[in-house]
């Protein structure tokens, strides 16, 4: 591992079939290529139809294997039990895209409130879904008036 | 997949800081909140494991404190009353979270956190 970890962001993705959707792919190695992100770990989970759920990596993915090359690797880092319970609401017949991931300006910034004397109260992540349907209840000022 | 299974999980690890760091409350999700009634009910268990009664009586009354969810910014605690925390008290409680991370049951960062909220 060539530089040390800060905090890493976990997302899951739920995609159909195999989820190997080339779009996402692009998108991913374009957020890499600019430095925006450095993936530390990826998995596949693919749930059958029967509800069995198969972990693949994307070294082995013909399609991904650029991406896998590209990943500032801590292959293992996300732990079989880590993507049981990150996909435990993954439907049958999709996959399940693990990207554990590093936001590269939360470093510098951490250093900075860290040196400042400052401390991490909390963080949150909200849903797209959640923010619209709480936006959509705050009056608009404009009305108002 | 070998190098995955039987790993430590970030979100068990990540949970099980949150119950003694006192920040289980603010773990938003599902599979946090889930993932911290898991841990907490694995602490007790394992408190349950170390411990005589009277001392899991004392954990859990540590335990519960450090959860307290912290005092707004605008008003800070206050210094707790002499009769519910005098000093041997709190040395005493010290003591345990050091007992606690020799036995395994607090990591160095939980240790620090949790003292740290000790000493307010």
């Given at each position: 591992m060539a530089m040390p970890?800060?905090?890493?962001?976990?997302v899951v993705f739920s995609l159909p079939g195999d989820g190997l959707a080339g779009e996402v792919l692009t998108e991913v190695q374009s957020l890499v290529a600019a430095g925006t992100v450095r993936i530390v770990d990826a998995v596949l989970a693919r749930r059958d139809a029967d509800g069995a759920l198969t972990l693949a990596e994307l070294a082995d993915e013909p399609s991904w294997d650029d991406l896998a090359g590209?990943?500032?690797?801590?292959?293992?880092?996300?732990a079989?039990?880590?993507?049981d319970l990150l996909t435990a609401d993954l439907p049958a017949g999709r996959a399940g895209l693990v990207l554990a991931f590093e936001n590269t300006w939360v470093r510098p910034l951490l250093a900075a409130v860290r040196g400042a004397g400052g401390a991490v109260l909390g963080e949150v992540a909200v849903a797209d879904v959640v923010v619209q349907e709480i936006a959509d209840t705050v009056?608009?000022?404009e009305e108002n008036r | 997949m070998r190098r995955r299974v039987g790993r430590p999980s970030l979100l068990g690890t990540m949970a099980r800081t949150a119950v003694i760091a006192g920040t289980a409350q603010a773990a938003a999700g599902s599979v946090a909140q889930s993932q911290a009634a898991k841990a907490q009910?694995?602490?007790?268990?394992?408190a349950a494991a170390q411990?005589?009664?009277?001392?899991?009586?004392d954990l859990r009354n540590q335990v519960s404190q450090l959860q307290a969810p912290p005092a707004p910014p605008a008003a800070p605690a206050p210094a707790?009353?002499?009769?519910?925390?005098?000093?041997?008290?709190?040395?005493s409680q010290l003591q345990q979270l050091a007992s606690m991370k020799e036995a395994g049951?607090?990591?160095?960062?939980?240790?620090?956190?949790?003292?740290a909220r000790l000493l307010g």
């Open positions: 970890l800060g905090p890493i962001e976990i590209s990943i500032d690797h801590v292959e293992g880092l996300v079989a039990e880590d993507v009056p608009d000022e | 009910a694995a602490a007790s268990e394992q411990a005589t009664q009277a001392e899991l009586a707790p009353a002499p009769s519910a925390a005098p000093a041997g008290d709190l040395m049951l607090l990591s160095d960062a939980e240790f620090a956190a949790a003292k």
